[in-house]
């Protein structure tokens, strides 16, 4: 088992994000048809603009991959820009959106299951370490997966407030992603730990 490289770190951080405009531009696609007239074009526009952003981070994941730890930097300020747009505009449609409790479900989801992918990949990697560092690494994993389902517990429990604006809907994901974003910087902290011992 190799120790995760900056640019692996960086990968998992963007594939979350890729994960969620995906689930946005699908949210919003399933909106299409309930729309008419102007309001139905800027939707269309705006899930062309989606997809397009939705394939430059996947270049951008690429050209990290290939370029490495050089380029790093570069790729995470354009992949910021790129989620940033993305955020703006989901944020106006998640306002609009008729069914925002769709939109919500969606995004949530596709965070959650990025994160639980991330949980495994840490338990494999554990389970793979020599005895001595299997115990802090297995805390580590503890804790990861201790902030995820509250996380998750808390997206539901928004998710079926009958009152939430879009804006806390929003909020929420954004909380959630952060906490867990923590959490997994914490839990590769002390695998880099583990491994120095």
């Known amino acids: ?6 640019v692996d770190v960086f990968v998992e951080w963007a594939k979350t994000r ?3 405009m995906r689930a946005g531009a699908k949210a919003l696609e399933s909106e299409l048809d309930s729309l008419k007239g102007q309001v139905k074009t800027d939707a269309e526009t705006t899930v062309a603009k989606v997809k397009e952003w939705i394939a430059q981070g996947d270049a951008e994941l690429k050209k990290a991959r290939v370029e490495g730890e050089g380029a790093l930097e570069d790729a995470r ?4 820009t790129v989620w940033h747009d993305f955020e703006a505009t989901a944020n106006q449609w998640g306002e609009a959106a008729s069914n925002q409790r769709e939109m919500f479900s969606t995004r949530a989801t596709a965070q959650l299951d990025s994160w639980k992918g991330i949980v495994d990949q840490y338990v494999t ?3 793979e370490m020599h005895a001595q560092h299997k115990a802090s690494a297995e805390a580590a994993v503890a804790r990861l997966k201790a902030e ?4 998750e ?6 998710g079926k407030a009958q009152a939430a604006s879009w804006k806390a809907l929003s ?7 952060k906490s867990l974003d923590k959490a997994s910087d914490e839990a590769l902290a002390a695998f ?3 491994m120095r011992d």
Do not use: C, Y
Request: proline share 0%; charged share 35%; no cysteine.
């Open 148 to 151: 995820a389902g509250k996380a």
């Open 192 to 194: 880099k730990k583990a």
């Open 77 to 80: 300020a354009r992949f910021a």
């Open 125 to 127: 990697q554990a389970g």
């Open 171 to 177: 909020q929420g994901l954004d909380e959630s992603r």
């Open 1 to 6: 088992m190799g120790e995760k490289s900056n």
């Open 18 to 20: 890729l994960d969620e």
């Open 153 to 158: 517990a808390q997206l539901d429990q928004l």
